[in-house]
């Protein structure tokens, strides 16, 4: 694999898109920086990581062919990648928080940004931005945030920790291409954090609400059991609180 190690970038993200202006460029070409002056993590947010301290990458996925009502589908995809990398480093009590964020005890270790290019009705290829907290200690201002290093008794090497995600996303892209994609849904849901249990959620005229989750629809909206109806919300329509 081909990885292109930066010292600082305003974010691999937006590294990956121009030099995909600029010419033709391999599949699952790799971008790392050790450090982002303008990460950027789901809704809008700023991903924020100490220089050198963590993981911001992102691969480009090359030839998906996908139609846009199947996009979700890259979410799961990545998402499982990632747990399976860390189960192979022994990180414990791993889940998924809807849509695609990566928890270890109810602590956030891992984001995901994929900002895909949709051309005849397809997607095209995707640039997938993983941002992964290894070595950080302290993450001032921020609640339900951790790192490898706080929860691990053992220090991962970064570089290894890496390119054994981007394997697991060569061997679920391929295993994708050959199989239904109900499996990998099905696996995704087993991995959900907070299914089947009691839930505070924030909803979009900021009132409190209680449900339990139930699963993602095949659009990847999040299917929330509530005390009278069953509904399916977006990712702008819907916080979980706990």
Same mark, same amino acid.
């Given at each position: 694999?081909?990885?292109i190690?930066?010292?600082?970038t ?5 590294? &990956?898109k121009?030099l995909?202006l600029? /010419?033709s460029l391999?599949d ?9 002056t303008n *990460? /950027?993590?789901?809704r809008?947010?700023e @991903? ?14 090359? =030839? ?10 890259l979410?799961?995809l990545?998402?499982?990648s990632?747990v ?8 414990p009590?791993?889940?998924i928080k @809807?849509?695609?964020?990566i928890l ?5 270790i891992?984001?995901? &940004?994929?900002?895909?290019?949709i051309?005849? =009705?397809?997607i095209?290829?995707?640039?997938i931005g993983?941002?992964?907290n290894v ?5 001032? *201002?921020?609640? #339900?945030?951790?790192s490898?290093?706080?929860i ?10 890496l390119?054994?995600?981007?394997e697991k996303l060569?061997i ?6 050959e199989?239904?994609?109900r499996?990998f849904?099905?696996e995704?849901?087993?991995?959900l954090?907070r ?6 959620? #924030? ?5 409190l609400v209680? *449900?339990?989750? #139930?699963g ?8 929330v059991?509530m005390?009278?109806f069953d509904k399916?919300?977006?990712?702008k329509?819907?916080k979980?609180?706990?």
């Amino acid at each position: 694999m081909k990885i292109i190690k930066l010292n600082s970038t305003d974010s691999t993200n937006s590294y &990956l898109k121009r030099l995909l202006l600029e /010419r033709s460029l391999q599949d699952f070409l790799v971008v790392v920086a050790k450090n982002q002056t303008n *990460g /950027r993590g789901q809704r809008g947010s700023e @991903w924020l990581s100490d220089h050198g301290k963590n993981l911001t990458f992102s691969v480009l996925k090359r =030839n998906l062919l996908v139609s846009p009502d199947q996009q979700f589908m890259l979410n799961i995809l990545v998402s499982l990648s990632i747990v399976k990398a860390l189960e192979s480093f022994d990180v414990p009590k791993l889940s998924i928080k @809807w849509p695609n964020d990566i928890l270890s005890d109810s602590f956030k270790i891992s984001g995901v &940004l994929i900002e895909s290019l949709i051309k005849n =009705n397809q997607i095209m290829h995707s640039i997938i931005g993983i941002g992964l907290n290894v070595n950080q200690l302290k993450f001032e *201002g921020l609640t #339900r945030v951790s790192s490898l290093k706080n929860i691990m008794p053992l220090e991962i090497e970064k570089e290894e920790l890496l390119i054994n995600i981007i394997e697991k996303l060569k061997i679920y892209f391929k295993m994708y291409s050959e199989s239904e994609s109900r499996f990998f849904t099905s696996e995704y849901e087993s991995y959900l954090f907070r299914k089947d249990k009691p839930s505070t959620f #924030r909803i979009k005229n900021d009132k409190l609400v209680s *449900g339990i989750i #139930r699963g993602v629809s095949d659009s990847g909206k999040l299917c929330v059991q509530m005390e009278d109806f069953d509904k399916e919300f977006n990712l702008k329509e819907l916080k979980l609180v706990y």
